[in-house]
């Protein structure tokens, strides 16, 4: 059973930067794409960035782009998200998400991914 656990949400100003991990295990890596999603009160769960483990693809949403750098460790079985210049509009709790690389669904949708993690808050405040 895979198992993603997030870590390193916290509280910055306007401005500031934070690194998420999520930490992978009970699978196979470098078969799996992966991705971070966040969500806000009152809003739906939206795409955030997507990385496939066995290269150096990544996808970004606009919003995010030249802010936010997803990377990949794969001796630790880890997937970072380095966030600068983090805006209020970027507070929300971020997940982690995977799903093997034969699923050829749209890497943007949250519905075509199997597993998650438990989510870490993040808060940007002005």
């Known amino acids: 059973q895979v198992q993603l656990v997030e870590s390193g949400g916290g509280l910055v100003q306007a401005g500031g930067s934070l690194r998420l991990s999520c930490a992978a295990s009970?699978?196979?890596?470098?078969?799996?794409?992966m991705a971070w999603f966040r969500q806000a009160p009152g809003k739906e769960r939206e795409f955030v960035a997507a990385?496939?483990?066995?290269?150096?693809?990544?996808y970004y949403a606009d919003s995010v782009k030249g802010r936010f750098t997803i990377s990949r460790d794969n001796a630790k079985n880890t997937m970072y998200l380095q966030m600068n210049s983090l805006k209020p509009a970027d507070t929300a709790a971020y997940y982690c998400?995977?799903?093997?690389?034969?699923?050829?669904?749209?890497?943007?949708?949250?519905?075509?991914?199997?597993?998650w993690g438990q989510g870490t808050q993040v808060t940007a405040s002005s």
């Open positions: 998400a995977a799903r093997m690389l034969t699923n050829f669904g749209d890497i943007y949708s949250d519905t075509t991914y199997d597993y």
């Open positions: 009970g699978g196979t890596f470098s078969s799996y794409v």
């Open positions: 990385i496939f483990w066995s290269g150096d693809m990544a």
